[in-house]
């Protein structure tokens, strides 16, 4: 009797769909755009390799990855860029408390934040080389400007976000100033500092690229730039996808230590 039963509910139960209706689409959005390539490069309407076959970009892939010099680029433009993002996330998130927290601050001084923040952070590139050189530190300090401002505004905002009781509760306690820090702002505003640091990471990634192709001999903007020069339109291609990848990747880390995205299932 259990088991019919069992069968019964069973039997009338919603299956559970392989693929959801999201997924799907995405799936076919790619699809599409890779079919879409192909067509083009098939068609003969553009320059010759301007648009690579698939399977032509898929073979530089394989050899750049099979490459061990890459490998060093690799590396050079992942120890920029996170020293970019470590500079310029702690400096962004110390402004963004200090001017989240004083109204008198946040009315002198973050109007340049909004003024600065959107012009392309490549017309500083001359001072970096004249402050740092030529060598990783401009293009650190190219990643690291540009990080700074969407990091400083997300805490900024954050910080103006927190609810006043959990303030008055440190204050009441008589916590230290590092004690409201880490035990009260940043886990309340946890949020839009986890947003900032994404944002902070896409804009530190392009202007550590940007400064590795106009002045550099390593880092993975730099072996784009070559293969534009030369005119190795798979290679360069290759390497775009690879830079795509590993951005996803970082961004969906950040995101996951956050805790944002989790589905909450109860």
């Not at 061990?68 to 408390?97: K, N, Q």
């Not at 900024?156 to 880490?182: H, N, P, Y």
């Not at 500092?193 to 001999?217: C, H």
Request: charged share 10%; net charge positive.
């Amino acid at each position: 009797m259990a088991k019919a039963v069992a069968a019964k509910a069973g039997a009338g139960a919603p299956a559970t769909p392989l693929l959801r209706p999201v997924t799907l689409l995405r799936i076919a959005l790619i699809i599409g755009v890779l079919a879409l390539w192909q067509a083009i490069a098939e068609s003969g309407l553009l320059y010759r390799d301007v648009v690579p076959s698939l399977l032509a970009i898929g073979g530089a892939l394989a050899e750049t990855l099979a490459d061990p010099g890459f490998y060093f680029h690799l590396y050079t433009t992942s120890y920029e860029i996170a020293l970019a993002m470590l500079f310029g996330g702690v400096s962004g998130l110390a402004v963004g408390l200090l001017l989240g927290g004083s109204p008198l601050l946040s009315k002198a001084y973050e109007v340049y934040l909004y003024y600065l923040g959107p012009c392309p952070k490549i017309i500083f590139f001359p001072l970096m080389i004249l402050w740092f050189g030529i060598g990783p530190g401009s293009k650190t300090a190219m990643g690291a400007i540009s990080c700074f401002f969407p990091v400083a505004l997300n805490a900024a905002g954050g910080m103006r976000e927190i609810d006043a009781v959990l303030i008055r509760v440190g204050r009441s306690f008589r916590a230290s100033t590092w004690q409201m820090v880490t035990k009260i702002y940043l886990p309340a505003m946890r949020y839009p500092v986890v947003n900032g640091i994404r944002l902070g990471l896409g804009v530190a990634l392009i202007g550590t690229l940007l400064a590795e192709t106009k002045l550099s001999n390593r880092g993975i903007g730099f072996l784009v730039i070559q293969a534009y020069n030369f005119f190795r339109m798979p290679e360069m291609y290759a390497l775009l996808i690879i830079l795509f990848v590993i951005a996803i990747g970082a961004n969906a880390l950040i995101g996951r230590l956050g805790g944002i995205g989790r589905v909450r299932r109860g």
